[in-house]
């Protein structure tokens, strides 16, 4: 696949398009094989891949009662880090946890790692995690001040969308940072996130400038960094800096 397609694909995904992309490893045919018999087709293009298989022992499948005990982000990084609840758990070089302030007052939320964050087991490094600082640098603070996670903690292949069975597989994780963070506001970072957190399916598009809500705190949608840093003209970048503003005030708000 050349790098236009890839791009292309790419910022379909960030807009929460994704009728039009074909999941991964989907066969198909080509206008040959419609005529041929299917006896000369060989029995394994039939046979699907085995569905994951879960593991039973606490370490490879944390508990609930594990996971709700916890009472800091040490306690439930240590309670995860051997997570192999879905097969992305198998696949990955690191757990990518999150990292920052655990009593931020600002988190951003993305979909989930992707090769260099896999490589260095921290979110959003790379491009998009320089850009990312940049944004948070440009509202007044420093990425040690806020907190950044994302929907699953292991790389899905090919940086492709989060198969629903390993979102439901990681999500509760992620709502257990957010209890023991209790941020002021949340910055979702692309279509993924706001589908995922709040059940909105809706193109980000059409979703970024508004105010949403997880069990009352703010939520601020936005494009990706990575999205950003495809479609880097003024339009992108100012309603970027709208949303990251109109953040910054949700913190700035006396209690």
Not at 6 to 20: F, H, I, M, N, Q
Not at 43 to 51: I, N, Q
Not at 57 to 79: H, K, V, Y
Not at 104 to 128: Q, T
Request: hydrophobic residues 35%; contains cysteine.
């Amino acid at each position: 696949m050349t790098k236009e397609i890839e791009d292309w694909k790419a910022t379909l995904r960030d807009l929460g398009v994704t009728s039009l992309i074909r999941p991964e490893n989907q066969h198909i045919p080509s206008k040959e094989s419609h005529s041929v018999s299917p006896k000369k087709i060989k029995k394994s293009e039939h046979v699907d891949s085995l569905p994951y298989e879960q593991p039973t022992d606490p370490a490879r499948n944390p508990p609930i009662e594990i996971i709700s005990a916890c009472t800091n982000l040490q306690q439930l990084s240590e309670a995860i880090s051997g997570c192999q609840k879905c097969v992305l758990g198998t696949t990955r070089n690191q757990l990518v946890f999150g990292e920052g302030n655990p009593d931020a007052e600002m988190m951003f939320i993305g979909e989930g790692p992707g090769r260099d964050e896999d490589l260095h087991g921290r979110p959003f490094v790379g491009r998009a995690g320089d850009l990312l600082e940049k944004m948070i640098i440009a509202i007044g603070l420093k990425r040690s001040e806020v907190y950044i996670a994302n929907i699953v903690k292991c790389r899905p292949p090919d940086n492709r969308i989060p198969m629903p069975e390993e979102v439901r597989s990681c999500l509760g994780y992620l709502h257990k940072q957010i209890e023991l963070i209790q941020p002021k506001v949340i910055i979702t970072l692309g279509a993924t996130p706001l589908r995922e957190l709040l059940g909105i399916t809706e193109g980000i598009t059409k979703i970024r400038g508004t105010v949403q809500s997880y069990k009352s705190i703010p939520v601020i949608p936005t494009f990706h960094p990575a999205y950003v840093l495809r479609m880097y003209t003024p339009e992108v970048r100012k309603a970027v800096w709208d949303d990251l503003k109109f953040a910054k005030s949700k913190i700035e708000i006396p209690n």
